[in-house]
T-cell receptor, first 112, second 113 residues
Framework: LAKTTQPISMDSYEGQEVNITCSHN???????ITWYQQFPSQGPRFIIQ???TKVTNEVASLFIPADRKSSTLSLPRVSLSDTAVYYC?????????????FGRGTQLTVWP | DTGVSQDPRHKITKRGQNVTFRCDPI?????LYWYRQTLGQGPEFLTY????????KSRLLSDRFSAERPKGSFSTLEIQRTEQGDSAMYLC???????????FGPGTRLTVL
């Protein structure tokens, strides 16, 4: 499975847009990019998934360049409640071995 | 609530005791996963079920750990002869038709004294 690299921590202020970039140089052709969010004492929560270009949902946008060696999770106008750990994962969505490999994630702290 | 549930939420035990955790997945999901998470780390995969079949076990799952999913519904994770190093959050997740979109439960926090 492709290894991912993302910043350990990021800080932002309420109302700002936050972009968290993840590197995955060894991404395979069949791999999808998935982001999860985790609050303290809770299980991770699926945010968004994409294969290429741009994906947007009600929570976030995911930007994937043509070479797919990186991806950027964009959170528009963050609030204090967006303070959490964000994990970038890369894997073959079609595999029956759907175990997810989480790294240490990015701790996002939003300040008032 | 139709999400993934886990019981108990917290468990404190003494070293050497056996503990068992239960996970109830989303009812229509046939894939179920167990993960372990320690402070400051992301969840680590332990084992995976497709219906009642246990298809993969991590090297992290020593012979003191056993998991079952009878009838392909709820699952149990048992740890025998607990050690202090077993202290962690144990997370269960279920997955339906969308691969890699796993729904996690709230976890069971185990503390071994």
């Amino acid at each position: 499975l492709a290894k991912t690299t993302q910043p350990i921590s990021m800080d932002s202020y309420e109302g700002q847009e936050v972009n968290i970039t993840c590197s995955h140089n060894n991404i395979a052709t069949n791999d999808y990019i998935t982001w999860y969010q985790q609050f303290p004492s809770q299980g991770p929560r699926f945010i968004i998934q994409g294969y290429k270009t741009k994906v947007t949902n009600e929570v976030a946008s995911l930007f994937i360049p043509a070479d797919r060696k990186s991806s950027t999770l964009s959170l528009p106008r963050v609030s204090l409640s967006d303070t959490a750990v964000y994990y970038c994962l890369v894997g073959d969505r079609g595999s029956t071995l759907g175990r997810l490999y989480f790294g240490r994630g990015t701790q996002l702290t939003v300040w008032p | 609530d139709t999400g993934v549930s886990q019981d108990p939420r917290h468990k404190i035990t003494k070293r050497g005791q056996n503990v068992t955790f239960r996970c109830d997945p989303i009812s229509e999901h046939n894939r179920l996963y167990w993960y372990r998470q320690t402070l400051g780390q992301g969840p680590e995969f332990l084992t995976y079920f497709q219906n009642e079949a246990q298809l993969e076990k991590s090297r992290l799952l020593s012979d003191r750990f056993s998991a079952e999913r009878p009838k392909g519904s709820f699952s149990t994770l048992e740890i025998q002869r607990t050690e202090q190093g077993d202290s962690a959050m144990y997370l269960c997740a279920s997955e339906g038709s969308s691969y890699n979109e796993q729904f996690f439960g709230p976890g069971t926090r185990l503390t071994v004294l």
